[in-house]
């Protein structure tokens, strides 16, 4: 979800700290950022890169798991 996309664009594009002073030059930082994120989800998508597989709990593993007969 959305933690997954503010953790990727925290890695890669740094968005912890804004590069700039001023409302108005730190808010087109955030739209560049924005469409950048787009631009590299829209990559992956095209060259076919396989999405992270979401992580199981125990119990859920537990109830996949084959009954013993």
Request: proline fraction near 4%; charge should be positive; hydrophobic fraction near 50%.
């Amino acid at each position: 979800g959305i933690e997954g996309t503010i953790s990727a664009g925290v890695r890669v594009l740094h968005l912890r700290r804004s590069r700039y002073i001023g409302l108005t030059k730190t808010h087109l930082q955030h739209v560049l950022t924005a469409a950048a994120i787009n631009l590299i989800r829209l990559r992956a998508w095209f060259a076919g890169t396989p999405l992270a597989r979401t992580r199981q709990s125990a119990f859920t593993k537990l109830m996949m798991a084959p009954v013993p007969a």
